[in-house]
């Protein structure tokens, strides 16, 4: 499967994958950065369930100060530092090989951009464990006021939207999922 970053410094360059990853779309990605476009240059990026990286490495392509990666498979966490080393950006990232909650548990400083993109099987096996999640953000102070925060979910989901910490700003369909945008309650 090819993977590349779509636009800024590094527009074109490959990104490693394999077929055990199911990375966001072209499509969704492109959505993020165009909606989170004003809030990118110099944010605190923060790609959960990272995959290949290719979320959280998009954001330093366009300006992002610092991504933080948390996956808690091997193989994942080996592409994604593979991926780091070909765009030469070590000193702007951080690898956190964990569960998701274990991880977000660990996280000290808040994100000023944040993205979800879990296997789509947590959505049937466990679909409160998204609700845990986004919670957490907002429990640890890990989000501000001006923080935005992207879910990415099959479209045959169940799962409620609305979380009691959380705003649902907007929901887009894009081919077979969501993608569904937080913010903290005003």
């Known amino acids: 499967m090819s993977l590349k970053i779509l636009a800024g410094k590094f527009k074109g360059k490959k990104l490693l994958t394999t077929t055990d990853i199911r990375p966001a779309t072209s499509l969704v990605r492109d959505a ?5 476009q004003n809030f990118i240059q110099n944010a605190n990026f923060l790609d959960v369930f990272s995959g290949s990286g290719a979320l959280g490495l998009e954001a330093l392509s366009r300006g992002a100060r610092f991504s933080t990666f948390i996956d808690k498979n091997f193989k994942s966490c080996q592409i994604i530092k593979k991926n780091i080393k070909t765009l030469c950006v070590e000193e702007q990232t951080k690898i956190i090989k964990k569960d998701a909650i274990k ?6 400083n808040s994100f000023d951009v944040i993205t979800i993109d879990p296997p789509f099987i947590i959505y049937k096996q466990n679909p409160s464990y998204i609700d845990e999640l986004l919670s957490l953000l907002k429990n640890l102070n890990l989000i501000t006021q001006n923080s935005l925060i992207f879910l990415e979910e099959p479209t045959y989901s169940k799962r409620e939207t609305n979380i009691n910490a ?3 700003v907007n929901k887009r369909k894009y081919g077979s999922c969501f993608l569904l945008e937080y913010a903290l309650n005003t």
Do not use: H
Request: charged content about 15%.
């Open 32 to 36: 993020i950065f165009n909606i989170s």
């Open 103 to 108: 991880a977000i548990k660990s996280l000290k």
């Open 166 to 168: 959380l705003n649902l």
